[in-house]
Nanobody, 123 residues
Framework: QVQLVESGGGLVQAGGSLRLSCAAS????????MAWFRQAPGKEREFVAA????????TYPDSEKGRFTTSRDNAKNTVYLQMNSLKPEDTAVYYC??????WGRGPHLYDYWGQGTQVTVSS
């Protein structure tokens, strides 16, 4: 198994930036495709970003319009989510997820999940 721990969340004003980290332990991160999802109160879990095993391919929902960037450092067993130009509607708990054999935008593709980190964007 792989254990995932997110960090870097917090309170930020609209227009600000945050960088989330997801540290993995238990297995080598390079064996997993990684993704970020978020869930706001009363809403379904929403895809935010995904990155391939080597980090050479990323995918994002069209709605983000280049505001979010994910990257990974397999040597550090860590994945990052850089979030810029944050909006109040970005407020949610952000989760990282690891998938051994597939990757993409569906949460069902991922085998392991972190506990999440809260991001709150004030207007």
């Amino acid at each position: 198994q792989v254990q995932l721990v997110e960090s870097g969340g917090g309170l930020v004003q609209a227009g600000g930036s945050l960088r989330l980290s997801c540290a993995a332990s238990g297995r080598t991160l390079s064996n997993y495709a990684m993704a970020w999802f978020r869930q706001a109160p009363g809403k379904e879990r929403e895809f935010v970003a995904a990155i391939s095993w080597k980090g050479d391919i990323t995918t994002y929902p069209d709605s983000e319009k280049g505001r979010f960037t994910t990257s990974r450092d397999n040597a550090k067993n860590t994945v990052y989510l850089q979030m810029n130009s944050l909006k109040p509607e970005d407020t949610a708990v952000y989760y990282c997820a690891a998938g051994r054999s597939a990757w993409g935008r569906g949460p069902h593709l991922y085998d392991y999940w972190g506990q999440g980190t809260q991001v709150t964007v004030s207007s």
